[in-house]
């Protein structure tokens, strides 16, 4: 008799238990990321538990419709894929993560540091966001956003929540500008010790390579991600001048990814942008920075009638995607939740994520009696005093 592993897992913690054993220490180490004493890479999780819920018993509905739109793309669920650079902790990488989420009628965001080319990525999801960084000069970013408007991309987004800051308390994995024989050899100890994980890339045809292939004209020679990263870090931060200038390139839905405060959010919609992103870049923006949910209900207040209004940062299952709807977000977007699905079992993986959403979703819309996630109210959440950061 043959037997078969069960790769199926019940929640994110799970798949980052199975990620976190399947793939090299250097890999698992880069995606949890943060920055300096990781303030706000916790907050952004502990946030969520300090709210709590206000649910109702007798007379729920007997179905619940979490169906929505963003920018345009009507999807099944208010969760999307937030882009996140160089997914190469498994060999198909975004067009994996891409499927997944077209297997699940959602929509991908795609980072112009990703390690697949946009086309693919469009041609497994035509629900796919092309995301700018604001690197090299305007004839530059405007090729990036010609390329992603050829490709067939729904919506652009811009991230601007980052400052750079690389210095962590518990130490940054070493992570190579290309995986040369010198690279391999450094690595082999850790790849050694992850065999599975070994065995998918020499199956694939060889290790990972680490180049940003979305930030140059179709066809070109791709930098490293270390050199597109270089670039971006030398290029002078864009002003709100520039930042309208960004938004006349592209005819379409425009999201600003890393809005924090309500003033941010005004500027934003006089901007001419049509979607925000609440964010602090995962806890990777400056540490000591609110948790992304605290910030959100002023943004809502300020702005949520005007603009759609995402949230992302800290979601690891469907309650925390209620809290934020309930809290005034059209949605939220995925990060750290989805790689560990990717790390953990490939395309499978981030649909099982995908899936873990979905039930804690209408779990918590049966509990709080409500036919779809249209119906929520901040009356459905406990918000203790001092919670919300209102600036």
Do not use: C
């Not at 592993?5 to 890999?27: C, D, G, H, I, Y």
């Not at 937030?82 to 891409?98: C, F, I, K, L």
């Not at 960084?133 to 992603?148: F, K, P, S, T, V």
């Not at 036919?371 to 950061?389: N, R």
């Amino acid at each position: 008799m043959k037997l078969t592993r069960n790769l199926w897992f019940e929640s994110v913690a799970v798949a980052q238990q199975r990620a976190k054993r399947r793939l090299p220490k250097s890999v698992y180490r880069a995606l949890i990321a943060g920055s300096e004493a990781g303030v706000t890479l916790a907050d952004n999780v502990a946030a969520f538990g300090e709210l709590g819920f206000a649910p109702h018993v007798g007379g729920a509905p007997p179905h619940r419709d979490m169906t929505t739109t963003v920018m345009g793309q009507e999807i099944s669920l208010p969760v999307l894929i937030s882009p996140t650079g160089v997914q190469s902790v498994h060999p198909d990488g975004e067009v994996a993560v891409a499927r997944a989420a077209a297997a699940r009628s959602t929509a991908m965001g795609l980072s112009s540091f990703a390690s697949k080319p946009i086309e693919e990525v469009v041609a497994a999801n035509p629900q796919t966001f092309f995301q700018l960084y604001w690197a090299g000069g305007r004839d530059q970013i405007a090729a990036r956003i010609e390329r992603a408007r050829a490709a067939g991309a729904r919506g652009l987004i811009v991230t601007l929540d980052w400052t750079f800051s690389h210095s962590r308390d518990w130490g940054s994995p070493w992570i190579p500008d290309k995986v040369d024989v010198k690279a391999m050899l450094r690595m082999a100890p850790e790849a050694i010790a992850r065999p599975q994980w070994s065995a998918d890339w020499i199956r694939a045809g060889g290790p990972p390579d680490l180049t940003a292939p979305n930030v140059v004209a179709r066809g070109e020679p791709a930098p490293t991600f270390f050199g597109a990263y270089g670039e971006w870090m030398m290029t002078p931060p864009p002003s709100w001048e520039d930042l309208r200038w960004l938004r006349e390139q592209w005819d379409g839905p425009f999201m600003l990814k890393g809005v924090i405060r309500a003033d941010d959010a005004r500027r934003a919609l006089d901007a001419g942008f049509t979607a925000i992103s609440v964010s602090n870049h995962g806890g990777n923006n400056v540490d000591g920075t609110p948790a992304s949910i605290r910030a959100l209900p002023a943004i809502a207040d300020a702005v949520g009638d005007q603009i759609e209004v995402l949230l992302d940062g800290g979601i690891r299952r469907g309650g925390d995607v209620v809290k934020a709807l309930a809290l005034g977000a059209r949605a939220v977007m995925i990060g750290r939740a989805y790689l560990w699905g990717l790390g953990a079992a490939g395309q499978a993986g981030v649909e099982n994520v995908l899936d873990i959403m979905r039930a804690g979703i209408e779990s918590a819309l049966l509990g709080l009696g409500h036919a779809s996630t249209a119906a929520l109210t901040p009356d459905d959440v406990i918000v203790p005093p001092g919670f919300s950061f209102r600036g």
